[in-house]
């Protein structure tokens, strides 16, 4: 009778650390996806989108990390040129 208690505790012991385990690890997932999405290079003027050389200022931090403080970003311009031009057409 002991024993199918004490066996019984310990199956919900594990099944609970189980899921706070998991829950940490998702926790911790979700903290490292809003890091990454702070890269900024995709908006700068120096990205090349070419996996052979991502940017031209700093080709080895490009799209990492490292790259999330960059010193030398430069928002593009052509986007912004290109939606003001759609707009200057349409009041015409």
């Not at 609970?16 to 809003?34: D, E, H, P, Q, T």
């Not at 490292?66 to 939606?83: G, M």
Request: proline content about 2%.
């Amino acid at each position: 009778m002991l024993g199918n208690v004490f066996c019984g505790f310990c199956a919900w012991a594990i099944a609970v650390l189980g899921f706070c385990s998991i829950a940490i690890s998702m926790r911790k997932g979700i903290n490292y996806l809003k890091k990454l999405h702070q890269i900024p290079c995709s908006a700068c003027e120096y990205f090349t989108n070419d996996y052979r050389l991502k940017c031209t200022v700093h080709p080895i931090q490009a799209c990492t990390e490292e790259a999330i403080n960059c010193r030398d970003f430069e928002a593009k311009t052509y986007a912004r040129n290109a939606c003001n031009s759609s707009l200057r057409k349409l009041k015409v």
